[in-house]
């Protein structure tokens, strides 16, 4: 089975997206997209605490996309940006779904396997104490972050993380997460 980029961006052409990204994931990119669903929740008069929920989660989002997305793989002939992320956001029944999808090194597939399924399996009480103890244990990774990133998102949302991973070639594969807002 093989990777088809642009059959995976294909697939969002539900009437409910509110927005749908795909590229370079820069700190500019970021800042675009939070002003334009802040502006586009405001007018659609979404209840002020779902949309800062919405909107936090859109954050933790952006910076895991901006500081771990890998470059392209060199099987991709057609994608010429590097740091290729994807995002979509969409209403959905009482709520959002914020999907994100990058490259990963096969060699990350499985730590983060583990980790989402970790973060999975806990309450809302464990998540807390996780968040915890990563603040107060943890140091910060050669990309800049603690390991917070989908512990917080998963605290913050009350939601399981889905995931999923797409084979691109030896070397990459396509990471694929669904973050339920409500």
């Known amino acids: 089975m093989s990777f088809d980029l642009?059959?995976?961006?294909?697939?969002?052409?539900?009437?409910?997206?509110?927005?749908?990204?795909?590229?370079?994931?820069?700190?500019?990119?970021?800042?675009?997209?939070?002003?334009?669903?802040?502006?586009?929740?405001?007018?659609?008069?979404?209840?002020?605490?779902?949309?800062?929920?919405?909107?936090?989660?859109?954050?933790?989002?952006?910076?895991?996309?901006?500081?771990?997305?890998?470059?392209?793989?060199?099987?991709?002939?057609?994608?010429?940006?590097?740091?290729?992320?994807?995002?979509t956001i969409e209403s959905k029944d009482n709520g959002f779904l914020i999907t994100t999808g990058n490259f990963v090194a096969n060699s990350r597939v499985k730590p983060l396997k583990e980790k989402i399924d970790k973060i999975n399996s806990l309450n809302l009480d464990e998540l807390k104490d996780m968040y915890k103890f990563i603040l107060n244990h943890q140091k910060l990774t050669a990309k800049g972050g603690g390991g917070l990133g989908l512990v917080d998102i998963a605290r913050k949302t009350g939601h399981k993380l889905g995931y999923s991973f797409t084979d691109v070639d030896e070397q990459f594969s396509f990471f694929n997460l669904e973050i339920f807002v409500s």
Not at 38 to 67: C, M, W
């Open 6 to 87: 642009n059959e995976y961006c294909s697939n969002v052409t539900n009437k409910n997206v509110i927005l749908t990204i795909k590229g370079s994931i820069t700190s500019e990119v970021i800042n675009r997209v939070l002003e334009n669903v802040e502006e586009k929740l405001v007018d659609a008069e979404v209840d002020g605490k779902i949309r800062k929920k919405v909107y936090n989660v859109l954050v933790e989002s952006l910076q895991n996309l901006y500081h771990h997305t890998e470059e392209v793989p060199s099987t991709l002939t057609d994608v010429s940006d590097n740091k290729f992320g994807v995002v």
